[in-house]
């Protein structure tokens, strides 16, 4: 993410990852071609699961309003951080991961070098004006072998990527429409998050910014469906 944006104007065509850190790659605008079709899939799932606001351990409420599909679902409450199947809100299990969404995300984590990876979580973020995801890292998956796969929609956001040490410099990159992000091996385990988002209109998402972030929550890496 040293990326500056001249790499980005004059880098490889659009299918060839760009290698953003040990382990770490970004395929720009791999999803654009095809947003209609990501944001169609998501709708489907904000039927069954609409947006909701969760709270930090500490009490605090997010910026970000979340969803999920797939049998497991990232949840936040006074106890903590852990993967629930059922959603809290409905009692009911999740949606189920559209399948074509399942596809993609394996094809992405394919093109980075993973070649493994059958998520079987899919969080989905929405961001809007001053949403922030502060510093972070994903450590509640049970086989960190597996990778994580991120896709940016929507509005442009400043994403911070730092190293396996909170104390660690950060990184900043311009994340667009389309973008996908892959990350595992050496850096599964970075810190990484989101810069208060800036006001603008985007012509499919208008004032919104989603992400969807899948992983292998529970499922062992490398036995392949
Ligand atoms: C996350 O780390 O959960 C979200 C990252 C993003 O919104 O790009
Ligand atoms: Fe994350």
Same mark, same amino acid.
């Given at each position: 993410m040293a990326l500056a944006d001249s790499d980005r104007l004059f880098g490889p065509?659009? %299918?060839?990852?760009i @290698?953003?850190?040990?382990?770490?790659?970004l395929?720009p605008?791999?999803?654009?071609?095809?947003? =209609?079709?990501?944001?169609?899939?998501?709708?489907?799932?904000?039927? =069954? &699961?609409?947006?909701?606001?969760?709270?930090?351990?500490?009490?605090? *409420?997010?910026?970000?309003?979340?969803?999920?599909?797939?049998?497991?679902?990232?949840?936040?409450?006074?106890?903590?951080?852990? $993967?629930?199947?059922?959603? *809290?809100?409905?009692?009911?299990?999740?949606? &189920?991961?559209?399948?074509?969404?399942?596809?993609?995300?394996?094809?992405?984590? #394919?093109?980075?070098? $993973?070649?493994?990876?059958?998520? %079987?979580?899919?969080?989905?973020?929405?961001?809007? @004006?001053?949403?922030?995801?502060?510093?972070?890292?994903? @450590?509640? +998956?049970? %086989?960190?072998?597996? *990778?994580?796969?991120?896709?940016?929609?929507?509005?442009?956001?400043?994403?911070?990527?730092?190293?396996?040490?909170?104390?660690?410099?950060?990184?900043?990159m311009?994340?667009?429409?389309?973008?996908?992000?892959?990350?595992?091996?050496? #850096?599964?385990?970075? $810190?990484?998050?989101?810069?208060?988002?800036?006001?603008?209109?985007?012509?499919?998402?208008?004032? +919104?910014?989603?992400?969807?972030?899948?992983?292998?929550?529970?499922?062992?890496?490398?036995?392949?469906?």
């Amino acid at each position: 993410m040293a990326l500056a944006d001249s790499d980005r104007l004059f880098g490889p065509a659009d %299918d060839v990852p760009i @290698a953003l850190d040990a382990g770490a790659w970004l395929l720009p605008g791999w999803a654009a071609g095809q947003a =209609q079709r990501w944001v169609g899939c998501v709708q489907e799932v904000l039927a =069954q &699961a609409p947006w909701r606001t969760m709270r930090t351990p500490g009490g605090l *409420p997010m910026s970000v309003a979340m969803s999920h599909c797939g049998r497991w679902g990232w949840v936040s409450d006074a106890s903590g951080y852990a $993967y629930s199947a059922t959603d *809290p809100h409905s009692g009911r299990p999740w949606p &189920a991961m559209p399948e074509w969404l399942w596809e993609q995300a394996r094809a992405a984590a #394919t093109v980075a070098g $993973y070649p493994h990876f059958a998520p %079987d979580s899919c969080l989905i973020n929405r961001y809007v @004006a001053g949403a922030k995801m502060s510093l972070h890292r994903d @450590a509640d +998956e049970s %086989d960190t072998r597996a *990778p994580i796969v991120s896709i940016s929609l929507g509005l442009a956001a400043t994403f911070l990527w730092g190293g396996l040490e909170r104390s660690d410099r950060v990184r900043r990159m311009q994340l667009e429409h389309g973008d996908v992000l892959v990350w595992g091996g050496a #850096t599964r385990l970075a $810190y990484h998050g989101i810069s208060p988002l800036k006001d603008a209109v985007h012509p499919l998402l208008g004032s +919104e910014r989603w992400n969807l972030t899948f992983r292998m929550a529970k499922a062992p890496y490398g036995c392949s469906p």
